[in-house]
């Protein structure tokens, strides 16, 4: 408890230093100590995909990780986009040595400036898809907001859109950090326009007073 009570003071300035924050803290160190393989996401959002997705399902990520390992074990497919070279070659190693050959591992490089997102070959990637192809996407990478956007119309109604740190990009009520208020609004870029897209999606936020993870469903009916 200690070494994690540590951690907490070492990982966050003092002005997110509230007795909240820090228990809320210790109890995500906890987590992830119990939890080594799960995906760095809330662990209700975790949970949740844990009954919602299907063996069947295809899926993609942007951000390879702890994720795409867990999301391989339970899906049909998947395409992991990674920006970072070697960190690719990591997750391409451990999927090799788990022995799942159901993911499309696909290494785009940062090259653009954050503002010129929507040009980057990382976000561009969603647009290889078919429209309604997949039944889930992750954002939890590079360009996140060009990568949802993008990402967006190739999800399947009643198919899935998660959002990581999402709290740092679309205005909401959450306790976690560096949260963006109703008063702020979306962030820059194009959130503006994927927060008036996901208007009409049902939204399931969960928040673990650290940080925050959103799975937003699309609406209309699976097969229509």
């Keep these: 408890m200690k070494d994690a009570l540590a951690s907490v003071v070492r990982w966050r300035p003092r002005s997110h230093q509230t007795p909240r924050y820090i228990d809320n803290r210790i109890r995500e160190i ?11 996401l809330t662990p209700a959002a975790i949970r949740l995909l844990a009954t919602m997705l299907r063996p069947a399902d295809r899926g993609a990520e942007f951000g390879s990780g702890r994720s795409t390992i867990w999301f391989a074990a339970r899906v049909a497919s998947l395409t992991s986009v990674e920006h970072d070279a070697c960190w690719h070659e990591t997750v391409s190693t451990k999927l090799k040595e788990r022995g799942f050959g159901n993911v499309d591992c696909i290494l785009a490089g940062e090259d653009q400036p954050i503002e010129r997102g929507g040009d980057s070959a990382y976000a561009r990637t969603a647009l290889s898809f078919a429209d309604v ?10 360009y ?15 198919g899935m859109l998660i959002i990581d740190n999402v709290n740092w990009y679309l205005p909401c009520r959450s306790h976690a950090p560096s949260s963006r208020t109703t008063t702020l609004g979306p962030a820059p870029g194009a959130w503006a326009e ?11 936020w ?7 993870t959103a799975i937003f469903i699309k609406p209309g009916q699976e097969g229509l």
């Design 144 to 158: 996140r907001d060009y990568s949802a956007k993008y990402i967006m119309p190739k999800i399947k109604p009643g």
């Design 133 to 142: 192809s997949l039944d889930f996407a992750l954002v939890d990478g590079q």
């Design 30 to 40: 906890l987590y992830r100590r119990a939890h080594p393989e799960a995906p760095w």
């Design 194 to 204: 994927v927060w008036h897209e996901l208007a009409g999606w049902r939204t399931i």
């Design 206 to 212: 969960t928040s673990s007073g650290v940080t925050d």
